[in-house]
């Protein structure tokens, strides 16, 4: 199997850096991964949390990070001042869209409700057929276990597919959430919509 070349993967995770160390870490091997395997960070462009542990330790290992804030939480001053670029947009709609499009595939670390919800738009547009990116959780400490287990009682009772819930793929560790990214083929049959039809719900 011929592995792609990922270019740039967006990160979704906390604000908070969490009750446990753990997850710090894990968002710095991530941070090495990512550099190492030359793949761009985008991410929310703050500079507190697991958010700023990740894009600081990406920058200090001279990798590239995209960040992209909404000017309410820029003037806030959680905005990041030293990434390779930073893009200040109107509101959270604007940031993740644009985040999405400047992505070429989506890891969900440990995170909150916003962290959540960024997950889930991403991999109903998976479902949906907008586009067909790699998603994945990094699944530190076991953080995600409830959400995995709950996706499979979500295709038991039958409100979710199994190839759509294959549709996010889960790692304790980055090297082999990448690795999975870097075989990762999409399957079309997956797909509810096809992407021409697709298009106006976006609109």
Same mark, same amino acid.
């Given at each position: 199997?011929?592995? *792609?070349?990922?270019? =740039? ?7 908070? =850096?969490?009750?446990? $160390? ?5 968002? *710095? %091997? ?11 960070? &985008? ?8 958010? @700023? &542990?990740? +894009? ?5 290992? #001279?990798?590239?990070?995209? !960040? ?20 200040? &947009?109107?509101?959270?709609?604007? *940031? ?8 070429? !595939?989506?890891? +969900?670390?440990? #995170?909150?409700?916003?962290? %959540? ?10 479902? %949906?057929?907008?586009?067909?990116? $790699?998603?994945?959780?990094?699944? &530190?400490? !076991? ?14 009772? @039958?409100?979710?597919? $199994? ?41």
């Amino acid at each position: 199997m011929t592995n *792609r070349k990922i270019r =740039s993967l967006c990160v979704y995770c906390g604000a908070s =850096s969490g009750v446990s $160390p753990v997850y710090a870490e894990a968002a *710095r %091997l991530l941070a090495a991964a990512l550099v190492e395997a030359d793949i761009g960070l &985008v991410y929310g462009g703050g500079n507190i949390g697991l958010m @700023g &542990v990740i +894009a600081d330790e990406v920058m200090r290992l #001279g990798g590239d990070v995209t !960040g992209v804030i909404p000017t309410a939480l820029l003037e806030k001053e959680v905005g990041h001042r030293a990434l390779s670029r930073l893009h200040v &947009v109107a509101d959270m709609h604007e *940031r993740k869209a644009m985040m999405a499009q400047l992505a070429e !595939g989506f890891i +969900a670390m440990p #995170g909150g409700i916003g962290t %959540l919800e960024e997950l889930f738009e991403v991999l109903t547009w998976s479902q %949906l057929g907008l586009h067909d990116k $790699p998603i994945g959780l990094l699944n &530190v400490g !076991g953080f995600y276990d409830g959400l995995i287990a709950f996706t499979a009682h979500l295709v038991k009772e @039958g409100f979710l597919k $199994p190839a759509h819930a294959g549709l996010l793929m889960h790692e304790a560790q980055p090297a082999a959430l990448l690795a999975r990214f870097a075989v990762f083929v999409p399957d079309r049959s997956a797909k509810i919509l096809n992407r021409d039809t697709a298009q106006d719900l976006l609109r």
